[in-house]
């Protein structure tokens, strides 16, 4: 008999929650999740980003907009509801996208710089979790598989320097993700962390606290529509975790081999 977790997850009628909707990989998710007939509560600050999602998208009566930051509980509260009166408290799906980055040396940034990283990246997935597992649950207890997926990075595989909030925040939302993985098996919820390496979208136009002048070194990048291809292929089978592009599987995986040689191709030298 297979286990739960490798039922094909079928998108089809489920209700669903992408947060960080109005651009980059939530944006063009959503417009996978519609197009395959599943309901999506969407969830971003910019308003009107969300609606011109909603045009974007094959069915807009899919698309369920909540305007709001993600570390506000109120935020939250409407998404879990909305979920509700479309489901009857029970959820097929939770993504947790939303996300900020920031570039700089540690010893040169405000102590804010890492809170906000940690609250946005880690504890904002960390309490949607918490409210969206009841609702999960019913959903795994009716004979359904239902799904967490975590967009977590490359850097949360392996650390660079000038990331250090970025890349504690992935790690902690790595090794977060891997104890619930474990702990919901026997319950019937998946639990998948997709794992990009850069990826061409706004990102790096809202950094948190970063000189302007800072540039990410990267080898190579993925449109968004390729990354959210690829998280919704990884939900539907069921994947624990993917890690995309050549360039960031050669980082996670050199690292896994060498991790001394890595730090001394990583090290900053000659300030
Ligand atoms: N881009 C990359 O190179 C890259 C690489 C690896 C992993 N990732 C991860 O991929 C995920 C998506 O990023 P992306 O590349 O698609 O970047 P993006 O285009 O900047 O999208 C980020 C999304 O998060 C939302 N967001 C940010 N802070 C928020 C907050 N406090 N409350 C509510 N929504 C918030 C933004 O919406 P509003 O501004 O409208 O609120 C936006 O919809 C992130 O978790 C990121 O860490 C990105």
Redesign the pocket.
């Known amino acids: 008999m297979p286990l739960p977790f490798q039922q094909i997850w079928n998108p089809e009628g489920a209700v669903t929650i992408v ?9 063009e998710l959503t417009r996978l999740l519609v197009d395959a007939g599943a309901h999506v509560i969407a ?4 308003e009107e ?2 609606a011109e999602l909603a045009a974007a998208t094959s069915d807009p009566m899919r698309v369920h907009s909540i305007v ?5 509980a109120s ?1 939250r509260e409407k998404a879990m509801a909305a979920a509700d009166s479309l489901r009857d408290g029970g959820l097929d799906l939770l993504v ?6 920031a570039i700089g040396p540690f010893a040169d940034a405000s102590p804010d710089r890492m809170r906000r990283v940690m ?3 880690f504890f ?1 997935p960390v309490d949607w979790t918490r409210d969206a597992l009841p609702r999960l649950r019913q959903v795994a207890q009716s004979g359904e598989r239902s799904v967490i997926c975590n ?5 949360g595989h392996r650390a660079v320097p000038d990331k250090s909030e ?1 890349c504690a925040s ?1 790690f902690a939302l790595h090794g977060w993700n891997d104890s619930l993985r474990a702990e919901l098996v026997s319950d019937g919820i998946g639990v998948t962390l997709v ?12 950094l948190v606290e970063t000189d302007p002048d800072q540039k ?1 070194k ?1 080898i190579g ?1 993925w449109p ?1 529509r390729r ?1 959210a291809q690829a998280t919704l292929m990884a939900i539907k089978r069921g994947r624990s975790e993917v890690i995309l592009s050549l360039g960031g599987k050669a980082l996670v995986y050199a690292d896994r081999v060498a991790p001394p040689v890595m730090n001394g191709l990583l090290a900053k030298r000659g300030r």
Do not use: C, M, Q
């Open positions: 947060t960080g909707a109005s651009s980059g990989i939530g944006f969830v971003a600050r910019r980003r969300l709001g930051d993600v570390t506000d935020t947790n996208n939303a996300g900020v980055g609250e946005v990246n904002a967009i977590g990075s490359v850097l970025y992935k794992s990009p390496s850069t990826t061409r979208s706004e990102f790096f136009d809202s990410s990267s990048s968004p990354v």
